[in-house]
């Protein structure tokens, strides 16, 4: 299988070259680029408890109003950019030890966003272990959209074959259910027997904020205005978190089979793809648009991501790896593009079979 291939057709893997994740390790080590941001992420977590905090103080003094509905996008940034530091927090980018990332996590996920942090850990440590690999990542596996046309089979509904066909638009309309979908999850893994931790915490919380959500908002507002408000509000904050995501991986390299045949590091570096950095950027994607490094190094604080790359860059172009680095919107155009073409793969497939069936 090539690695630049978008699909797992193909012979044989690539290698990392010369590149040596030991060696980057160190450099990256002696940079600094490891080293805990104590004083980063205490101005970071108080300034987003605060934003929080405005955006339900400005829903409190709108009161029964449509003017909520403009209340309700902000509050989708403020609960997306509270994820992100649960994010942060289960990587151990702000505690090096599991008690004190959990306590943050917790708080973060479960309880301010709804969101189970324990269902999160688990699912997001195996993505990590597993980028772009069609049986084992679990962010593909949950997706309604395919990665290679081989998959078209998983999908037999009518929906599922509607949803296949369009999908190069149809992705962006599905992530505006990411959110309902986020809350549920930790629900789903513990009937599953996937919460490994603190079950009763996890769903306890999740339930809490769930109860607080719905009190707060149909106490202030009127059952119609109420209902608006909770569907842009989760449709905008799953709509975020989707785009947050999904130029990460999606239209990179793919691969299948019972076992990992890539490298650690080869793995990581061709599956993702960075975005060109600013700082708005920066802000809204907390880090997620450095995703080579943050792949390299999960532990790395967000704030040394940017520090790290020029380093990261050069190591692994002198050393024969791709560097995939796009442009915002051009990023999300690659993404429509690759599953259009896999919709194209399946329509093609499909055509062959009806021919074949008819003679």
Known sequence: M??????????????????????????????????????????????????????????ALVGDSWWQLAVAVGLAVCFGQTDLIGHDAGHRQIFRTRRAGDVIGYTHGNLLTGVSFGWWVGHHTKHHNYPNHLSLDPDILRRQVIFDAADRTKRTGSAGRFIVRHQAWMFYVLILMEGLRLHASGYV?????????????????????????????????????????????????????????????????????????????????ITSRNLVPNRLTDFFFGGLNYQIEHHLFPSMPRRNLRRAQPLVKDYLVRNGLPYAEERLLRSYLDVAGYLGEVSEEVAALERNAAVQGAR
Do not use: C
Request: glycine content about 8%.
């Open 189 to 269: 893994a513990a009937r599953k027997g996937a919460l490994k931790r603190y079950v009763l915490l996890d769903l306890g919380l999740l339930t809490l904020h769930l109860a607080a959500y719905l009190t707060v908002v149909f106490t202030v507002l009127s059952p119609g205005i109420g209902i608006a408000f909770v569907v842009v509000h989760q449709a905008l904050f799953g709509f975020y978190m989707g785009l947050m995501f999904a130029p990460n991986h999606k239209g990179l390299p793919v691969r299948d089979g019972e076992q990992e045949e890539l490298d650690w590091l080869t793995r990581q570096v």
């Open 2 to 59: 090539s690695a630049l291939d978008r699909t797992p057709h193909s012979a044989a893997p690539p290698t990392g070259g010369t590149a040596d994740l030991q060696e980057l390790t160190q450099l990256v080590r002696r940079a600094g680029h490891m080293d805990p941001q104590p004083l980063y992420y205490t101005f970071k977590i108080l300034a987003n408890l605060l934003l929080l905090a405005a955006g339900w103080t400005l829903f």
